[in-house]
């Protein structure tokens, strides 16, 4: 087996010894005739200390002062994704609480509306002595209901430095037991 190393791209291409030509007949691969060469590229990490791929995290933070609502936060997290400076990788947005949520939908009232009297149809408020959760006290039962059916994070492609949406998708935070502080994580990771 011959290896040759090719340092700067820290890859190693691997081929049965003697080297045949690369576009040349029939060649044996780990004792397997066959027409044509197979080649095995494999790429690895020079140990140099240095990352290739980078890490970034940040919380959002939010206080509403409505019991439930929907807020656009596709701004936010695309400012944090400039700061991470990645251009290709992924962007992972979760609520880091059980009563709201992060979700991509279009940015439009009349279905932001719709959202919220399908979820209260869904899982209503009142009577709050319908669920067996409010019983510890609490009065918030629908909104772990709400935020289950909603989504706890959201995953998006970064390709070019950019969020890779469709058309219209925007990122959301969903908020369904408001009135006090809560966050959202934003972490992204790529090159």
């Known amino acids: 087996m011959v290896e040759w190393k090719l340092p700067k791209l820290h890859t190693r291409v691997r081929f049965p010894s003697p080297a045949p030509d690369f576009l040349a007949g029939p060649c044996s691969v780990f004792g397997m005739p066959g027409k044509g060469c197979f080649l095995q590229l494999e790429v690895f990490w020079k140990d140099s200390g240095e990352s290739l791929m980078k890490s970034y995290r940040k919380e959002l933070w939010f206080n509403l002062p409505e019991k439930a609502a929907f807020v656009n936060i596709t701004e936010e997290v695309d400012e944090c994704l400039k700061q991470s400076g990645v251009k290709e990788g992924f962007v992972l947005v979760n609520s880091m609480h059980i009563t709201s949520s992060v979700f991509i939908n279009d940015d439009e009232t009349g279905l932001h509306e719709d959202f919220s009297k399908w979820l209260e149809k869904l899982a209503p408020h009142e009577p709050a002595s319908r669920y067996r959760h409010n019983l510890t ?43 006090r502080k809560k966050r959202v994580l934003v972490k992204i990771i790529g090159e």
């Open 137 to 179: 006290g609490e009065d918030n039962a629908d909104a772990h209901l709400k935020r289950q059916v909603m989504g706890r994070e959201v995953m998006v492609a970064v390709t070019g430095g950019s969020l890779d949406f469709g058309p219209w998708e925007q990122i959301f935070y969903g908020e369904f037991d408001g009135q």
